[in-house]
């Protein structure tokens, strides 16, 4: 029953990566992320305090560089905002949004293209929203990123794409930190 509440949510959650209709992209990011769930022991607390950064240093929330600060928000702000940013794209193109939460990856039919998310979950971890990122710089997966499932910070450019006739949202020039 436990396993049923964590996979029924992020199946939910992870619909906001699509548009509408397509869903392949999401099926695989579900697929990973069940099998982190059932494959990783329960993460504590002193877990997540002892990680190591891994890339440059995120911009400073105090003197204004982040627009939308997803980590200091409640998880009912947290999926308010996000669901704002998902039906209001053209209020948030180009602001920078900053989010904590586990790490996600998949490819695409053909295994050419990777496709990486964070998933912020609610305190009780049943509710997770995803939003998609792309990193700054020159990375290759799975060498230069973490664990699927691995806490990670995201700060990064709101920007949307067109693949087919679907339109995605993502966070590019993201630098991302273990943790």
């Known amino acids: 029953m436990k396993m049923i509440k964590r996979i029924?949510?992020?199946a939910a959650a992870l619909l906001l990566l699509t548009s509408c209709g397509d869903t392949s992209k999401v099926d695989s990011l579900i697929s990973q992320s069940e099998k982190a769930a059932t494959s990783a022991p329960e993460a504590s607390s002193s877990q997540s305090d002892s990680a190591t950064q891994t890339d440059v240093s995120l911009p400073d929330t105090a003197s204004?560089?982040?627009d939308v600060d997803l980590t200091v928000l409640d998880s009912n702000m947290v999926y308010a905002q996000v669901f704002?940013?998902?039906?209001?794209t053209e209020n948030y193109k180009g602001k920078t949004v900053k989010a904590k939460g586990s790490f996600a990856h998949t490819t695409d039919d053909t295994g050419s293209k990777d496709y990486y998310a964070v998933f912020i979950?609610?305190?009780s971890?049943?509710?997770q929203q995803g939003l998609e990122f792309e990193r700054k710089g020159e990375f290759k997966y799975p060498d230069d990123f973490p664990e699927v499932g691995a806490d990670i910070t995201v700060t990064g450019e709101f920007d949307t794409y067109m693949e087919g006739d679907y339109?995605?949202?993502?966070?590019?020039?993201a630098q991302m930190t273990k943790g």
Request: some cysteine; overall charge negative.
């Open 84 to 88: 704002d940013m998902v039906n209001n």
């Open 121 to 123: 979950s609610d305190a």
């Open 8 to 10: 029924l949510p992020a």
């Open 64 to 66: 204004g560089d982040v």
């Open 125 to 127: 971890a049943c509710c």
């Open 167 to 173: 339109q995605y949202c993502v966070l590019r020039n």
